[in-house]
Structure formats: structure tokens, C-alpha cells
């Protein structure tokens, strides 16, 4: 009998043996759905190993990763998949090393069986996928931790998984599953709850007194140390789909976007050099440390620098002019009343071209307001029309950082 005959015997025997206790098959797993988690059954060379996890942990973890079509792949993908989170191991049962057909099904027949009750066991006393959280020193490989802290982020505890991140970079770990040269499974798990975290900005205060009073609690192993502590159910209104909340909160934050990022009229025409040039350097920097914190080394260390700088400065030059904007936003939303004064048209024009998709171009007209011999910039194309020395009357307010904001000019009356 050839090796690969045995394979085929073997395959048989087990597929059948299984469909008597509830079991699918796929290559050389064994696998079962109930109670909201994934019982898999992994034959290896000498034993079969049984391991639990939550069904939504999968789910989670390829939305996390990026890789949210594998949700629509057989179930048998939570087993077998390169991208599949590992489960904590319930029990293992050895294989005996035979050719005998009803020999094999008597191994395979107890090993289902033994799974069986297992499984019952293990959902008595975990009735709840959703506060399961896994007993770390009986996990079937994984380094990264990423069962826990999927556990941790399912349940609202975000702080709690960007803190075991932060240590696990302390110490210089290196995850399992990496994407291209500076990314890996903790980068995206921290830019998820990152985005997770814009939302609590504006719904933690007004919604934390409407947590369910009545919420479940249950005591789980968590950590290597296996502590016990109690775990709280997610609120109800924690449970609805993310894009909910921002339709919900539209009419809230796009009226303020537009208002503090408005590019058209400006009332800071200049702003200095330094502080673009020291914004650009910022971010350069910041860039160029994460970069080596991934320990590089030879060409791919001048690679990644090259590119962090690059890739800094562009995102500089965008953070500087975000924060021109709300700036800006903010010292006219809190102006003064109008004031109007007499002002005379120096020789100060300058003309400024935009190019691109939207009307950007300027046309700054320098004025000298006759009290207080004050200067003043005011980005208008009628007034930019105004020969010089002409008199005119201004209307402006003052900001609330002190730079003046335009409002209209008229002639003087005769």
C-alpha cells in the first residue's frame, strides 16, 4: 500500500466516523460551529488536537487586516487559512499508527466522542462567546497574542490591547504576520483602534450613563497568570456598524471641516518659513524613528530611511497647512463686531496664480489704516482693481489671535 493510498483511507474512515458526531471535514482538520464559537479538530502526525475560539474573532481579525473577503470563503478557512488566528487548546488525543479499517474507525470513533463531551463541557461553563477570553498558557501558537487582544478590542477595551502593543515594541518583538517592509499585524491593530477612538472622542461623554444596568458578567482567565476578573457586556449602542455613527454624526463634523478648512479666503496670507520648515522636520523625524525601531539593516535600512523622509515631509506639508486651517477657523469663529476705518491703497499688490482643480488664485491688496498707521492684507479682487493712494473705507473684525479679518471696502462719500 503506498503512502498516499493510506492518506486516502484515512481521510475516509475520519469523514465518516465525523458525520456521526456533527463534524465537517476539510483536509486534514475536523471542525464544528456551536455556540458561537469554532471547535477544530487538528490531526497532526501522532495526535489530534482540539482548539476553541469565538467566531467573531476571525472576523474581527480580517477587517483588521484588511482581508475582510475572506469572511465570504468556506468556514472551513478559520482552520486552514495562513491568516487564521489560533484557538486555545481544550485537550489532545493520540493517534495509534495503523492500516486497519475498523481499528481506525474505533480511534477515530472515541476521539469524536471525547471531543464531543469536551465541547459540552467547555459551553457550559462558557455560555457567552462574546466575554471569552482565552487562557494564554494553553494557546496552540500564538506568539503575537492576537486571540487576547481580539478579545479585548470585541469587548471596548482598546486601551487595554494598545498597552500590550506598546510593552511588546518595548521589548522589541517581532510579529508573525508582517506586510511589506515597516508594517505587521500590531501597526494595523493600533491604526484600527486609533480609528476606533475618533469616534469615542465625541460619543464618550454623552453616551457613558446609558450603559445597560443590567449587563452580564463573567469570569475569565486572562494573561499567562490565568487572573480572574469580571467582564462587561459592550453597551447597545456600541453594537451598531461603525459607518452608523459617522451618518449619524455628519450633520455634526462636516459643517465644521468646511468651516476651519476652507482654502478659498484666508485671513493668514503668510505664514513663515519656519514653521513649515519645522513642521516637515517633525514628522520627518517621527517617520525616520519608527523606521529604525524595526531594526533594518544594510540596504533596506538606507531604503526605509530614504522613504520615511520622503514620505515625512509630504505628510508635513499636509499636517502644517491642516493646522494653517483650523488656525485660521478659529481666530475668525471667535472675531470681533465690525469696525470700520479709513484707509489709504498703498503700492503693495501681489498677485498670486492657483492651478489646479479649484480657483485658489489671490489678489493681496497691502492697505495703511490711518489710525494707529497700522498695515493690513486683505486678499480681494475688487480692492486689488483700487488705483493706489486711493482713499477707501474697511471693514474688518479683529481675531481672535489678533490678525484682522475682511470683511468689504466701499468709496468714502463725497
Not at 517581532?174 to 501597526?187: I, L, P, Q, V
Not at 486572562?222 to 451618518?247: F, M, N, Q, T
Not at 518659513?273 to 539593516?297: A, M, P, Q, R
Request: include cysteine; charged fraction near 25%.
Amino acid at each position: 500500500m503506498t503512502d498516499k493510498e493510506y492518506k486516502k483511507i484515512i481521510a475516509d474512515v475520519r469523514r465518516s466516523v465525523s458525520r456521526k458526531y456533527g463534524f465537517r471535514q476539510s483536509s486534514y482538520i475536523n471542525f464544528e460551529v456551536d455556540g458561537g464559537y469554532f471547535f477544530c479538530l487538528s490531526f497532526l502526525t501522532d495526535e489530534a488536537r482540539l482548539t476553541v475560539k469565538p467566531m467573531y474573532a476571525d472576523d474581527l481579525w480580517w477587517d483588521i487586516w484588511g482581508a475582510s473577503e475572506n469572511k465570504k470563503e468556506p468556514m472551513s478557512l478559520r482552520g486552514t487559512g495562513a491568516y487564521s488566528l489560533s484557538g486555545q487548546v481544550l485537550a489532545t488525543y493520540e493517534i495509534k499508527d495503523t492500516a486497519d479499517k475498523s481499528k481506525l474507525e474505533s480511534l477515530f470513533a472515541q476521539v469524536f466522542n471525547d471531543a464531543t463531551a469536551e465541547i459540552t463541557r467547555f459551553i457550559a461553563d462558557n455560555p457567552d462567546a462574546d466575554l471569552f477570553y482565552p487562557d494564554e498558557s494553553r494557546m496552540d501558537h500564538d506568539p503575537d497574542r492576537l486571540l487576547y487582544l481580539m478579545a479585548l478590542i470585541h469587548n471596548g477595551r482598546e486601551e487595554e490591547a494598545m498597552a500590550i502593543i506598546r510593552e511588546a515594541r518595548k521589548n522589541k518583538h517581532r510579529c508573525m504576520f508582517r506586510s511589506g517592509m515597516f508594517s505587521d499585524s500590531y501597526t494595523y491593530i493600533r491604526r484600527w483602534c486609533d480609528r476606533k477612538s475618533i469616534f469615542r472622542l465625541f460619543t464618550k461623554w454623552p453616551l457613558k450613563h446609558l450603559k445597560r444596568s443590567d449587563a452580564s458578567e463573567n469570569a475569565g482567565r486572562v494573561s499567562a497568570g490565568c487572573d480572574i476578573e469580571k467582564h462587561r457586556r459592550k453597551p447597545w449602542y456600541r453594537l451598531l456598524p461603525e459607518w452608523v455613527y459617522w451618518v449619524v454624526l455628519a450633520p455634526v463634523y462636516i459643517p465644521v471641516l468646511f468651516y476651519f478648512f476652507d482654502l478659498h479666503k484666508r485671513t493668514l496670507y503668510d505664514v513663515p518659513w519656519w514653521i513649515w520648515f519645522g513642521g516637515c522636520l517633525s514628522v520627518s523625524v517621527y517617520f525616520l524613528i519608527i523606521t529604525l525601531k524595526n531594526g533594518l539593516k544594510g540596504n533596506g535600512l538606507f531604503v526605509g530611511m530614504l522613504m520615511s523622509v520622503t514620505l515625512g515631509f509630504a505628510c508635513g506639508v499636509m499636517a502644517v497647512g491642516a493646522c494653517v486651517g483650523l488656525f485660521d477657523g478659529i481666530n475668525r469663529l471667535f472675531a470681533s463686531g465690525p469696525i470700520s476705518e479709513t484707509a489709504i491703497v498703498t503700492n503693495g499688490k501681489f498677485h498670486h496664480i492657483g492651478r489646479g482643480r479649484g480657483d485658489f488664485s489671490r489678489f493681496v491688496t497691502v492697505v495703511e489704516l490711518k489710525t494707529g498707521n497700522r498695515i493690513m492684507k486683505i486678499d480681494d479682487v475688487e480692492l486689488y482693481k483700487v488705483p493706489p493712494r486711493s482713499e477707501v473705507i474697511i471693514t474688518y473684525r479683529h481675531g481672535l489671535f489678533g490678525i484682522y479679518v475682511f470683511d468689504k471696502f466701499s468709496y468714502p462719500s463725497e
